[in-house]
T-cell receptor, first 112, second 114 residues
């Protein structure tokens, strides 16, 4: 089955700096890669996603890149703000059963 | 308002006492799923349902049961809870799985088994 590795597990940055979270996946049949943000005590919510026919997608301060050959994708957050502090989960979906597999999460802390 | 609801939100119980966590969505979604979230382990899928009367095991199904008799409801049943089932549980739904659609999560149920 699919295996999604996510790094780092914790990340601390200063407000205004950039943050990058990286994920790798094992199943070359995966072709959908969403990112979810979970604020403390809240439910995970989709913030951005990318499909395998696209190499990069941007939405204001967040962007996701995908390298299908290397089987890795990354989340980039620029000009970080304290409200970006949360746990971020990457996920990969695809294959014959369309299963969605999550990474273990990254706790991002943005220090004012 | 389009949403996924779960009840109860918090539950403390004892080993062996059967319990049910309800999940309901009002978006006419075909796909529903249960996850458990534990520190350092992320979101692990317990069971999922592609549609009414169609359910299948996820990655950690042992000790859990589900049913999907109606499209909107997907209850999670713990027949004989044990302390290792203490966790934060999330129900999620999406329009369908094949369309690679966003999953909408419920608010979570924090379960403690003593």
């Amino acid at each position: 089955g699919e295996n999604v590795e996510q790094h780092p597990s914790t990340l601390s940055v200063q407000e205004g700096d950039s943050a990058v979270i990286k994920c790798t996946y094992s199943d070359s049949a995966s072709n959908y890669f969403p990112w979810y943000k979970q604020e403390l005590g809240k439910r995970p919510q989709l913030i951005i996603d990318i499909r395998s026919n696209v190499g990069e997608k941007k939405d204001q301060r967040i962007a996701v890149t995908l390298n299908k050959t290397a089987k890795h994708f990354s989340l980039h957050i620029t000009e970080t703000q304290p409200e970006d502090s949360a746990v971020y989960f990457c996920a990969a979906q695809g294959g014959s059963n369309y299963k969605l597999t999550f990474g273990k999460g990254t706790l991002l802390t943005v220090n004012p | 308002e389009a949403q996924v609801t779960q009840n109860p939100r918090y539950l403390i119980t004892v080993t062996g006492k059967k319990l049910t966590v309800t999940c309901s969505q009002n978006m006419n979604h075909e796909y529903m799923s249960w996850y458990r979230q534990d520190p350092g382990l992320g979101l692990r899928q317990i069971y999922y349902s592609m549609n009414v009367e169609v359910t299948d095991k996820g990655d950690v199904p042992e000790g859990y049961k589900v049913s999907r008799k109606e499209k909107r409801n997907f209850p999670l049943i713990l027949e004989s809870p044990s302390p290792n089932q203490t966790s934060l549980y999330f129900c999620a739904s999406s329009l369908s799985l094949a369309g690679y659609n966003e999953q909408f999560f419920g608010p979570g149920t924090r379960l403690t088994v003593l």
